[in-house]
């Protein structure tokens, strides 16, 4: 198990889309950021001066506070959101391009091959996540720091937990895309299915769903609660004034990862079969 681990990650360091898609993240939150800097900058003044009529002295504390107002560190957070796009994007690729190998088609004739690599695709991806995840993470935090006037570290312990929370629902995310790419023997679903949840095809479907299953059910009902990528990009975004919430939020993120991981390790082992692959 541990050789097949090692061997696949030397083999995910050695792939340029390794290398591409990092590069692409970063690039497009610096160009994002450098664009959106001025606005922003209007937006923060603006509020502040607002503040600063009803309440002076007052007025940072009450922008910080305020989840869905102006505060810095949601600046960032929104730029962290764009590492579900690549972690998808690199994993169909990356197991896309493994899976057309003659070297696969010989290993994976067992079914214990076919679970250790599994499982070590599962390992690339959470790899990948993490160095994804804090990657995007750092980037927006030296641009706000760069850019934004009024920015601070007031709250980077909360950044910091959103940021494993995204990890967290990034790793289940990988494995989809993995178990999505051996099952069709393709890498456009895992792509296609990733630019449509960023989207508002996905929102307005998942809406439709959401209110007949309420119905039928007589309580609401919320996919995005049962998905680690619906609640990556639709529900996760942690309150700074809200610990018990926070915590609850982390724990759910927790186990969708673990439960989800688990599911589509031991399905891809199960339904992938030698003759499967070509």
Same mark, same amino acid.
């Given at each position: 198990?541990?050789?097949?681990?090692?061997?696949?990650?030397?083999?995910?360091?050695?792939?340029?889309?390794?290398?591409?898609?990092?590069?692409?993240?970063?690039?497009?939150?610096?160009?994002?950021?450098?664009?959106?800097?001025?606005?922003?900058?209007?937006?923060?003044?603006?509020?502040?001066?607002?503040?600063?009529?009803?309440?002076?002295?007052?007025?940072?504390?009450?922008?910080?506070?305020?989840?869905?107002?102006?505060?810095?560190?949601?600046?960032?957070?929104?730029?962290?959101?764009?590492?579900?796009?690549?972690?998808?994007?690199?994993?169909?690729?990356?197991? +896309?391009?493994?899976?057309?190998? +003659?070297?696969?088609?010989?290993?994976?004739?067992?079914? +214990?091959?076919?679970?250790?690599?599994?499982?070590?695709?599962?390992?690339?991806?959470?790899?990948?996540?993490?160095?994804?995840?804090?990657?995007?993470?750092?980037?927006?935090?030296?641009?706000?720091?760069? #850019?934004?006037?009024?920015?601070?570290?007031?709250? #980077?312990?909360?950044?910091? #937990?959103?940021?494993?929370?995204?990890?967290?629902?990034?790793?289940?995310? +990988?494995?989809?895309?993995?178990?999505?790419?051996?099952?069709?023997?393709?890498?456009?679903?895992?792509?296609?299915?990733?630019?449509?949840?960023?989207?508002?095809?996905?929102?307005?479907?998942?809406?439709?769903?959401?209110?007949?299953?309420?119905?039928?059910?007589?309580?609401?009902?919320?996919?995005?609660?049962?998905?680690?990528? #619906?609640?990556?990009?639709?529900?996760?975004?942690?309150?700074?004034?809200?610990?018990?919430?926070?915590?609850?939020?982390?724990?759910?993120?927790?186990?969708?990862?673990?439960?989800?991981?688990?599911?589509?390790?031991?399905?891809?082992?199960?339904?992938?079969?030698?003759?499967?692959?070509?």
């Amino acid at each position: 198990m541990f050789n097949v681990i090692r061997m696949e990650l030397h083999r995910m360091f050695r792939t340029r889309s390794f290398y591409i898609t990092l590069a692409v993240n970063v690039i497009l939150i610096v160009l994002l950021f450098s664009m959106m800097a001025s606005s922003i900058n209007e937006g923060f003044a603006a509020a502040k001066n607002s503040v600063r009529q009803n309440v002076e002295g007052l007025e940072m504390e009450m922008i910080l506070d305020n989840r869905y107002g102006p505060n810095p560190m949601n600046v960032c957070f929104s730029f962290t959101g764009w590492s579900i796009l690549f972690v998808v994007i690199f994993m169909a690729c990356f197991v +896309g391009r493994f899976y057309k190998d +003659g070297f696969c088609k010989n290993v994976m004739g067992s079914r +214990g091959y076919r679970f250790r690599f599994q499982m070590a695709q599962s390992v690339c991806a959470v790899l990948y996540s993490a160095v994804n995840i804090i990657l995007a993470g750092t980037v927006s935090l030296l641009m706000a720091k760069a #850019l934004i006037q009024s920015f601070t570290f007031a709250y #980077l312990d909360i950044f910091c #937990l959103n940021l494993f929370g995204q990890f967290l629902l990034l790793c289940a995310v +990988g494995s989809f895309s993995a178990f999505l790419t051996e099952w069709t023997r393709s890498t456009v679903p895992a792509i296609v299915y990733i630019f449509l949840l960023s989207t508002n095809i996905v929102a307005m479907m998942t809406s439709y769903i959401d209110s007949h299953l309420s119905d039928w059910l007589h309580k609401e009902f919320v996919t995005a609660n049962y998905l680690p990528s #619906l609640y990556f990009t639709n529900q996760f975004l942690l309150d700074v004034s809200d610990s018990a919430k926070n915590n609850a939020m982390l724990l759910h993120a927790t186990l969708l990862s673990l439960v989800f991981f688990v599911i589509y390790n031991v399905a891809g082992s199960a339904l992938i079969t030698k003759r499967d692959i070509k």
